[in-house]
């Protein structure tokens, strides 16, 4: 082949790889969407719902006031068989995808929370899908059994060795580097999850911390 055609072939050999390489993407959703994702944050970057020079002050709630709601609300679960009967008699109740919020696959915590914390979830779940015109957040974490807590902090350094509020049922972890199924930092959604955490602080209805080790905010029922 001499050099000319080579030149001629060259753009159409480079066309049909692209057209096998965008099917193939549009075939399979998981990649679609995120190389879309990707596409969108480099073309259009997110904004801040609040300006940098004045942000939010998230306010400081000791760990020790979670526990105190959990006395208060909630009893402490030994382990998940005790949870499940306390889920049969109706002290807990399932929590399942809802408007604004969805739960992902649980590897150390149950799926279930005392009637005033999901109502509290609910709450804030119908906020952040009216404030982001229909967009959801991700639960990552729910009632955890004391002996599940030791198990998890074996594996994870970042858990607490004491007692934890989720073992009373009362507590839940919103991720905020997923949004709408998708991993990774969107500042405006960011942004507007914690508005509605800070508000509904100042109305004493939760507490809540942020939690960066875990890319999440631990929210309990106040």
């Known amino acids: 082949?001499?050099?000319?055609?080579?030149?001629?072939?060259?753009?159409?050999?480079?066309?049909l790889v692209g057209v096998i390489s965008s099917a193939y993407i549009v075939k399979n959703?998981?990649?679609?969407?995120r190389i879309?994702?990707?596409?969108?944050?480099?073309?259009?970057?997110?904004?801040?719902?609040t300006n940098d020079s004045n942000p939010l002050v998230l306010p400081k709630s000791s760990y020790s006031k979670h526990v105190k709601s959990?006395?208060?609300?909630?009893?402490?679960?030994?382990?998940?068989?005790?949870?499940?009967?306390?889920?049969?008699?109706g002290k807990l109740v399932k929590v399942k995808k809802n408007t604004g919020y969805k739960v992902q696959k649980l590897n150390h915590s149950l799926d279930v929370l005392v009637p005033e914390s999901l109502q509290v979830l609910q709450?804030?779940?119908?906020?952040f899908h009216t404030n982001t015109n229909g967009k959801y957040f991700t639960i990552t974490s729910l009632t955890r059994s004391v002996e599940s807590?030791?198990?998890?902090?074996?594996?994870?350094?970042?858990?607490t060795?004491?007692?934890?509020?989720?073992?009373?049922?009362v507590s839940f972890d919103i991720s905020y580097i997923r949004f709408n199924g998708v991993k990774g930092?969107?500042?405006?959604?960011?942004?507007s999850l914690e508005k509605i955490l800070v508000d509904l602080s100042k109305e004493k209805k939760i507490y809540f911390i942020h939690e960066k080790s875990q890319s999440c905010y631990h929210v309990t029922v106040r």
Do not use: D
Not at 1 to 15: D, E, H, R, W
Not at 39 to 45: A, D, L, M, T
Not at 185 to 191: A, F, I, R
């Open 29 to 33: 959703p998981k990649y679609y969407h």
């Open 70 to 89: 959990g006395k208060k609300y909630g009893s402490l679960y030994e382990t998940n068989s005790e949870i499940r009967s306390q889920t049969n008699q």
């Open 149 to 159: 807590q030791k198990r998890l902090t074996k594996t994870n350094s970042n858990a």
């Open 1 to 15: 082949m001499n050099k000319k055609s080579f030149f001629i072939l060259l753009p159409t050999f480079a066309s």
């Open 123 to 127: 709450e804030i779940g119908k906020k």
């Open 185 to 191: 930092h969107n500042s405006n959604l960011k942004k």
């Open 36 to 49: 879309k994702s990707k596409v969108i944050r480099f073309i259009k970057p997110a904004r801040t719902t």
């Open 161 to 169: 060795k004491n007692i934890s509020s989720h073992s009373y049922g």
